[in-house]
């Protein structure tokens, strides 16, 4: 079992730039999720996937934001022209189907400058 | 709008003492909660979860409950240790669906 795998853990860009994060679930597991996480608060919702269908997006994804997960394993989202305001922990979880036991891959750190 | 809250942000206790971490929800229709360890730099951990249709589920030094006419739920660490330090957020989940998180409790415990 080798868990959550997220790439890059830390990325630093300039305002502007277009960023992109990867992550690998567990094998088995078909629900992936993104979450954002600011400093002082809990994780927030952005978007869930079952097997390669988005299932639901949050209010919180701007269009400037784009997930993928082609081909049901792993996940890519994508931030374009990004604002200093994306500067945030990018968590990636992931389960089984009925379970609602997430397991949290380490996060991407996302410093825009 | 917060569904799920944690209005202690921080808690100090003594190692060897309890602590009791709360959480208020406000959806009824959450059915599932769960509460996650979580250290800096790295992702949450799964730590105890309970169904609605129980109001108390254990494992080990750690126990939920569960009160939902109050919506409110619990962690319990008996006893605590220094280990155990670390931000604690409780979760929510409707019908397996995605969760809701609280805002985090800051748990620090002295030696």
């Known amino acids: 079992d080798t868990g959550v795998s997220q790439d890059p853990r830390h990325k630093i860009t300039k305002r502007g730039q277009n960023v992109t994060f990867r992550c690998d679930p567990i094998?088995?597991?078909?629900?992936l999720y993104w979450y954002r996480q600011t400093l002082g608060q809990g994780p927030e919702f952005l978007t869930y996937?079952?097997?390669?269908?988005?299932?639901?997006k949050s209010r919180l994804l701007s269009d400037r934001f784009s997930a993928e997960r082609p081909k049901g394993s792993f996940s890519t989202l994508e931030i374009q022209r990004t604002e200093q305001g994306d500067s945030a922990m990018y968590l990636c979880?992931?389960?089984?189907?009925?379970?609602?036991?997430?397991?949290f891959g380490s996060g991407t750190q996302l410093s825009v400058l | 709008d917060q569904q799920v809250k944690q209005n202690s942000p921080s808690l100090s206790v003594q190692e060897g003492r309890i602590s009791i971490l709360n959480c208020d929800y406000t959806?009824?229709?959450?059915?599932?909660f769960l509460w996650y360890k979580k250290y800096p730099a790295e992702g949450p951990t799964f730590l105890i979860s309970?169904?609605?249709?129980?109001d108390k589920n254990e494992d080990g030094r750690f126990t939920v409950f569960l009160n939902k006419s109050a919506k409110h739920l619990s962690l319990h660490i008996v006893p605590s240790q220094p280990g155990d330090s670390a931000v604690y957020f409780c979760?929510?989940?409707?019908?397996?669906?995605?969760?809701?998180f609280g805002q985090g409790t800051i748990l620090t415990v002295h030696p």
């Open positions: 309970i169904s609605s249709i129980k």
């Open positions: 996937f079952q097997n390669e269908a988005q299932l639901e």
């Open positions: 979880a992931s389960s089984l189907l009925g379970l609602a036991k997430l397991f």
């Open positions: 094998s088995e597991h078909n629900r």
């Open positions: 959806n009824s229709m959450f059915d599932y």
């Open positions: 979760a929510a989940s409707a019908s397996y669906g995605k969760l809701t």
